[in-house]
């Protein structure tokens, strides 16, 4: 009987603790800016691992609508050891990569994170048309005991994809007027 009382009362605990989470859109252009998310079980109005604002632990998703294709990169910034499923649209896109498992932590320096390999990341190539991103932390830095800290700091940016024939061109007219350089010099010899 006792044990019936105590597994009714949780469940009415998680489903008016599930009945209040809020969930906040931010809107994102293709301009590579980080765009930050948190993760904390013990904050998160929904009581889970995803990604969610600080402020009032809502859930955060992220949209935006292309023309073109674009990159989308994720990365931890948290103790490395953290590793998130990502949504495009409701459908898993994919894992970030496998991180070290260290105690250091970049704060909110996503570049610094990103550069170092020690942290958890994805890029992935999205089409043009409507995007709405979410995530899920999967994997958690574990402390010296083992146990998962089920809290961290993330981001993700959008950025456009470069097009191979405006590169090509930039390349060209940089190797154009070297060589221009180059044999106004010899002739001035």
Excluded at 155 to 165: D, E, F, I, K, Q
Aim: glycine share 10%; aromatic share 8%.
């Amino acid at each position: 009987m006792k044990f019936r009382l105590s597994a009714c009362l949780t469940a009415m605990m998680a489903l008016a603790c599930a009945g209040g989470a809020s969930a906040e859109t931010i809107a994102v252009n293709a301009d590579n800016t980080w765009h930050a998310f948190d993760v904390d079980e013990l904050l998160s109005a929904s009581g889970g691992l995803d990604w969610i604002s600080i402020e009032d632990g809502s859930t955060l998703s992220f949209t935006f609508t292309t023309v073109t294709d674009t990159l989308l990169t994720i990365v931890d910034a948290g103790f490395a050891g953290d590793r998130f499923n990502v949504f495009n649209n409701g459908v898993l896109l994919g894992q970030t990569s496998v991180p070290v498992q260290t105690a250091s932590s970049v704060g909110l320096n996503f570049d610094a994170a990103l550069a170092t390999g020690n942290y958890s990341f994805a890029t992935y190539l999205l089409s043009a048309g409507t995007h709405t991103i979410t995530g899920t932390l999967s994997q958690s830095w574990l402390d010296e005991y083992g146990m998962p800290l089920n809290a961290t700091v993330g981001a993700l940016r959008v950025s456009p994809v470069p097009l191979p024939g405006a590169l090509l061109l930039l390349l060209s007219g940089t190797g154009a007027l070297g060589f221009m350089r180059r044999r106004k010099v010899a002739v001035a010899v």
